[in-house]
């Protein structure tokens, strides 16, 4: 049965660091001071004679790469590890698992083929498919010809959690479901997994023991009405404001202040100041450092804010050695992406902490 390094290809290579491209190659005895292609092409050919330490390396980072995507997917009823494997395999016109499936790339469509498998020490089980997802055009002092561009996407099922994790492009994700789904012979419902994005975005910066640096938002409320008076109206308030920090004349203030809120009274109810400088605004967009939640300022404004995505920073521990990865949360497309070259394990820890 394949493993994780029968089912690389060289397209794979380039999108790792130099950095592990670099401690491949040293562990394959290959010079690792070789510019980037030229590491991709030398390690390519000795893809098939990887030693026990090029190895690890390879089936730590190769699925995993920086700027890697994933969205997941629930089974109901759980398929087990075989269970899943053998559903495969018997809907498959080859075994993915034992034989590659070759493809002409003339042939290949926008409809995901499946390429191999391969098996994660049965705690889990990859799916490879490749995809058209373009076209380039080449051309010459004489002609111009159309070359067709094709992506390779992953597929991981977490037999414990029974979860589906695609790993790709997020636009491509739900097709890339379904085709499994097909695989499958629809023994089997599956759905987005959307609960972790319908709540809070700081509580999956928390779960990650994370700080969250970083939002995208939408002001809660929108006036569509806003008229230019209404906005110098609110905006005369910020204005009026700083000047009372110089002249401590509160006349003026109290005028301004009493203006908006007999614009904006709702009845009995009246609009947040934030909200009303908020109004107008498509976006919204905060960021630090540091956590930004300790923000005065972001305090203020999150309760009249929809967050639409935002980054998020936590502490992993490889080789006894704490290090830190990014992530950037999707709320609209129930995705995460790994901003930082992450491993397996990191991808792992993810999933288990932020799917509830």
């Known amino acids: 049965m394949f493993a994780i390094k029968d089912t690389m290809f060289v397209q794979d290579l380039f999108k790792l660091t130099k950095p592990i491209l670099k401690e491949i190659a040293t562990n394959l005895d290959i010079d690792p001071s070789l510019n980037k292609n030229e590491l991709v092409i030398r390690i390519n050919e000795k893809k098939d004679e990887l030693n026990t330490a090029a190895t690890k390396v390879v089936e ?42 070759h493809y002409n790339e003339d042939e290949i469509t926008t409809e995901p083929t499946l390429l191999v498998a391969s098996s994660r020490a049965e705690l889990g089980i990859y799916l490879r498919f490749i995809y058209k997802n373009g076209v380039k055009y080449e ?3 004489m002609s111009i010809r159309s070359v067709s561009k094709t992506a390779i996407s992953t597929v991981y099922y977490d037999a414990n959690l029974g979860i589906l ?10 097709e890339i479901a379904r085709t499994v789904a097909q695989l499958l012979n629809s023994q089997v419902n599956m759905e987005p997994v959307e609960a972790p994005f319908t709540q809070e975005i700081g509580l999956i910066a928390d779960r990650l023991d994370g700080k969250l640096i970083e ?35 509160s006349s003026s203030l109290e005028t ?28 919204v967009g905060v960021a630090s ?22 980054f998020i920073r936590f502490p992993f521990t490889i080789r006894n050695v704490e290090e830190t990865f990014t992530i950037r949360i999707g709320m609209n497309t129930n995705s995460v992406v790994f901003v930082s070259q992450v491993t397996e394990e990191i991808i792992d820890f993810v999933r288990r902490n932020v799917i509830i």
């Open 139 to 141: 051309t010459t002092p």
């Open 256 to 283: 301004q202040l009493q203006a908006v809120s007999d614009s904006f009274g709702q009845g009995g109810a009246i609009v947040p100041f934030a909200a009303l400088v908020l109004s107008g605004l498509e976006t």
């Open 60 to 101: 730590d980072s190769i699925l995993a790469t920086k700027s890697t995507a994933v969205s997941w997917f629930s089974f109901k009823p759980k398929l087990s590890y075989e269970d899943f494997k053998n559903l495969i395999i018997g809907n498959s016109t080859i075994n993915p698992f034992e034989v590659r499936n």
């Open 215 to 249: 939002t995208t938002s939408k002001p809660e409320i929108y006036f569509e009405e806003f008229t230019d008076d209404e906005l110098a109206m609110v905006f005369g308030v910020l204005k009026t404001l700083d000047e009372y920090m110089q002249t401590k004349d």
């Open 165 to 174: 994790e695609v790993r790709g492009d997020t636009k491509k994700s739900m």
């Open 289 to 310: 450092s540091s956590e930004i939640r300790t923000l005065p300022l972001f305090s203020y404004l999150e309760p009249h804010l929809q967050h639409q995505g935002g």
